[in-house]
């Protein structure tokens, strides 16, 4: 498994897109999938950072450094956003291989902090050093 950025494998694009579409469907109400895809080119949004995890070309997972991830919250920055692990590829490290190629990338920029938001994964997050700084009810969800 190896970790690339979407920029250099861009065939991946529209798979990365889904993924992200499906798993997180509850911030996507409204928006034609379409208008997502586009806004994941690396192209089109120079904000955003994604990594795409391959193993033997197949793309496995997912994670990316963005300047807004959360609008009620648009005064932090940045963000770590959409991590995620095809499921018979998840409790193999993958999701941490991901996030510390985001911590990486932001440390690269002159970052200190990340923020990140789920609504189901706190305890995977907390493992991994991070904290809780608030909760937040959006999307109808805390």
Known sequence: MKIHYLRDVPE???TIA???YEAFVHEFA???FEV???QLEPAQNPDKTT???LEDGQAVGTASLDDEDLPP???LSPWLASVYVLPKFRA???GQHLIEAVEKEAKARGFTKIY???TDHAEFYEKRGWQVLETVHYWNQD
Do not use: E, M, P
């Open 30 to 32: 409204g928006v034609a």
């Open 92 to 94: 193999r490290g993958l």
């Open 73 to 75: 919250r648009s005064d």
């Open 116 to 118: 990140l938001h789920t």
């Open 12 to 14: 991946h694009t529209a």
């Open 51 to 53: 990594f795409v995890a």
């Open 18 to 20: 889904k993924w992200i």
């Open 36 to 38: 997502w895809a586009v």
